[in-house]
């Protein structure tokens, strides 16, 4: 039987961040629940990984402060329902290899005010987003160690996802609203992981920069620094996080560059219950701790996600 692991990753393989990429905005939680740098691998050990994710965006944020967009184009909300379909692969006892393919789920009104006259405005889909492989590498002397790990990890953003999706007016939409962001991205960083007397804890650093645009979008750099423990209470396990990203402007004259970036910071507690050897389910809840946002953008108060692990 393989061994379940005892704490969580710092990051999923997408990390993007609660917050509108742009006016209207994209959103993944960066919540971190991948377990696959937190314990010694097993050479041809499978995981695989079905999260949910819930995110309403429905408060216009300038700067640090909560405030109303009465402006030419009025954000209303963005309320986005997403998958995450993950699988990775121990190579050897140093390498393990994930793939994770999204699926956004989003729904997102804003008020077009046209001469006078409010247009609503509304697009509802559910499409492939932008798939990532990432390769972990460990770098401690002694991988077969359960006392901890630390290595570094890097990977590649496809641009698999649309950025065509229009509503049923036939009006497209804006490039940060799209389930993918055109560009593919390079994605590096390291992570560690240790134990205390019952807890565990890893962190991680992770940046995400952009080497491509398509039709003169440019999404952002980011970069997030996690840091989290899990403490064992009888049959299940607390988990608690700290979450900080850093998100650059988008560039390109598709791009909302006004409007889009800012500074993060989230606690993120939450619980996992171990379901045998094998396998677990979790659940985390987000919650800001500071947002400043450039420009004006839609922001969250919170957001959820719950997630089922095997392993084979």
């Not at 329902?81 to 699926?103: E, I, K, M, Y």
């Not at 956004?104 to 932008?130: A, E």
């Not at 003169?216 to 988990?239: E, I, K, N, S």
């Not at 409007?259 to 379901?275: E, I, K, N, Q, T």
Request: glycine share 10%; aromatic share 8%; proline share 5%.
């Amino acid at each position: 039987m393989k061994r379940i692991a005892q704490t969580t990753l710092a990051l999923p393989l997408l990390m993007l961040p609660i917050l509108a990429a742009a006016g209207c905005g994209s959103a993944f939680c960066t919540i971190n629940t991948d377990w696959n740098a937190q314990t010694p691998w097993q050479n041809n050990a499978t995981q695989l990984d079905w999260r949910m994710e819930a995110i309403h965006q429905n408060q216009v944020r300038s700067g640090t402060r909560k405030s109303v967009d009465a402006g030419h184009h009025q954000e209303v909300e963005t309320y986005n329902r997403n998958g995450l379909l993950g699988l990775s692969h121990a190579f050897t006892s140093d390498l393990n290899v994930s793939v994770q393919v999204p699926v956004v789920s989003r729904d997102h009104r804003h008020i077009h005010h046209h001469h006078g006259v409010p247009l609503n405005d509304r697009w509802d889909f559910t499409r492939l987003g932008d798939v990532s492989v990432l390769a972990h590498v460990r770098l401690d002397a002694q991988p077969s160690s359960a006392s901890g790990m630390y290595g570094v990890m890097v990977g590649i953003k496809l641009p698999t996802g649309s950025i065509g999706v229009r509503n049923n007016d036939g009006d497209q939409a804006e490039r940060s609203l799209q389930p993918g962001s055109g560009s593919t991205d390079v994605i590096t960083g390291a992570y560690v992981s240790g134990n205390m007397k019952l807890a565990n804890w890893h962190a991680q650093l992770r940046w995400q920069h952009a080497v491509s645009e398509r039709q003169q979008y440019r999404p952002g750099d980011q970069l997030g620094l996690d840091a989290g423990v899990r403490y064992p209470l009888g049959p299940v396990h607390a988990l608690a996080q700290v979450n900080l990203l850093w998100r650059g402007r988008d560039k390109g004259g598709n791009a909302e560059p006004g409007d889009s970036g800012g500074r993060f910071m989230y606690v993120s507690p939450g619980v996992a219950l171990p379901l045998g050897k094998d396998a677990q389910i979790y659940g985390l809840i987000q919650l800001p701790l500071y947002q400043k946002v450039y420009g004006s953008q839609l922001t969250a108060d919170w957001a959820a996600t719950m997630d089922l692990t095997m392993r084979f």
